[in-house]
């Protein structure tokens, strides 16, 4: 089937399979078919989604040494690149709330190292739940865990999880890919929604690894989809392996999402304004800690903020419709 005929099909709803989306993978970007795809992609995404931008905030909870000692990770425990260790306490997540709140999100994630226990997480979480709005759903980017703790997520109030199996998972991080599946599968049964990302890209990883994390994404639901390039940190293990340009991270964009066909949103990590074109009609702005990033407060140096969110998706032409 060509190019154009695949994307044609997709536009009218049909599934593709691996080799198709590994086709459109392999678009170079200097020919006609590459503005065919990001315009499928970019149709089918503001169709679906009424045009409407969406903005997530993730706070980094703790800034700590991790065991799971992940090669691209500035936290990693054998390779630590950030100047400080601390943990935010419930008062100091609530008073950056607040700011979100009168900047309007859609959903916050809280995030930890994988060390960080669940006991004290869940107690934190409890507190900022009785603060946060009933608009704003409530999502945990924590390590691997079994279907009792993803039902007490749920009992706190959290509506979603942010979980993934990684590129070369097992290789580049000491979690076996069977650990991350079992979560996946808590994350299912306690009906809890699916945040999932093809993470994290870089010049090494085959259209093969990518699309199979992508078909993932579709047999887990995920809800919200997307994709993330590797950051090469200074003084981690991956640092030397660079990084993928902005185009083939827009490329990457649109096959996920014509792929994965997420219900509720697109996005596409870190902020890239290329990618809006192709689909991506969410974003993240972060603060504290940040596996991409040697300082521990990632809003003063990496980190979007909101209002920069918001601005970028309306540059893009997204409806905003914040609520306060
Ligand atoms: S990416 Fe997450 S699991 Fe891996 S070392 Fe960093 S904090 Fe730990």
Known sequence: MSIHSLLSSARHGRLLNKDEAIKLLNIDYRSEDFYELISTANYISRTKFNNKGLVFAQIGINAEPC??????CSMGRDHYSLPVTWRKNAAEILSELELFIANGINDLFLMTTADYPVSSFLETSQVIRKHLPDHIRFVANIGD?????????KEAGFTGAYHINRLREGIDTTIKPETRINTLNAIRDAGLDLYYCVEPIGPEHTYD???????????YNAQVMAVMRRIPVKGTPLYDKGQIPAIELTKIAAVAGIVTLPPRAMNAHEVTPMTLLAGVNQLYAEYGANPRDTESETEKNRGFSVERAWHMLWEAGYEITKQN
Do not use: D, H, I
């Not at 065991?67 to 691209?72: E, L």
């Open 67 to 72: 065991s799971v000692n992940c090669k691209f």
């Open 145 to 153: 865990f079994n279907f009792e703790a993803a039902r007490k997520l």
């Open 209 to 219: 690894e990518l699309v199979t994390e992508m078909l993932r994404a579709r047999y």
